[in-house]
């Protein structure tokens, strides 16, 4: 399993970015997706899940409710992010991921992904 994130940049304080997660492989369909996020001298953190269905169930982190969503294309093996109303704390590299259980929702424990992309890096200037 292979996942390509893609979509970061430098925006500024406002305003929106979207990442795309590319998955390889016949399953994604199958399994929970998520993006974690990590900034510098902090730990990876949850930011947002989707069960493993198509329009199926989010979850999202507290600091980014209301103004992140989380959505897949299971025809196209893609997970995104729509970040709006961007805040300078929302800089980090941001990492997509799959969890290691099929036909499960979404968690917020990043100890259940098990496939992780490269991340791409989120900047937002104040």
């Known amino acids: 399993v292979q996942l390509q994130a893609s979509g970061g940049g430098l925006v500024q304080a406002g305003g929106s970015l979207r990442l795309s997660c590319a998955a390889s492989g016949r399953s994604f369909s199958s399994y929970a997706m998520g993006w974690f996020r990590q900034a510098p001298g902090k730990e990876r953190e949850f930011v947002a899940a989707i069960s493993w269905w198509s329009g199926g169930s989010t979850i999202y982190a507290d600091s980014v409710k209301g103004r992140f969503t989380i959505s897949r294309d299971n025809a196209k093996n893609t997970v995104s992010l729509q970040m709006n109303i961007l805040k300078p704390e929302d800089t980090a590299v941001y990492y997509c991921?799959?969890?290691?259980?099929?036909?499960?929702?979404?968690?917020?424990?990043?100890?259940?992904?098990?496939?992780w992309g490269q991340g791409t890096q989120v900047t937002v200037s104040s």
């Open positions: 991921a799959r969890h290691r259980d099929g036909g499960t929702s979404g968690s917020y424990d990043r100890l259940d992904y098990r496939y």
